[in-house]
């Protein structure tokens, strides 16, 4: 499964939490949140929101900038065809008063 995939390596990669859930800890963590898919001619597509945590607005932009550089080495396993940033911006949960950066990105992958 392409999420389990992403997971591991971006929590390799980064060396913090990387999941889909909310951790214990308040920030300088990683959400996936996988909004898509598609198929074509046996050939997946996948649509996730990666959400970079920060203790401020700044350190979120950071993480997401560790994310997108991540991202690129992703693009180079065997099992992944190819990436693409769909857009990335400020995403602050103003519910939650927590600072985060979000990157939409869609993975092609077999």
Not at 3 to 15: D, M, P, T
Not at 18 to 36: R, S
Not at 69 to 91: C, I, K, S
């Amino acid at each position: 499964m392409i999420a389990e995939l992403l997971i591991s390596f971006l929590n390799e990669k980064l060396g913090i939490y990387v999941g889909m859930e909310q951790p214990e800890q308040k920030t300088g963590y990683v959400i996936l949140d996988q909004t898509g898919s598609s198929t074509m001619n046996r050939i997946k597509t996948t649509t996730f929101a990666v959400q970079s945590y920060g203790a401020s607005l700044l350190e979120a932009m950071r993480l997401n900038g560790q994310v997108e550089a991540a991202m690129e080495e992703f693009a180079e396993l065997p099992q992944v065809a190819g990436v693409r940033l769909e857009t990335d911006y400020n995403f602050t949960d103003t519910t939650t008063k927590q600072y985060r950066w979000q990157a939409v990105y869609d993975i092609t992958h077999y």
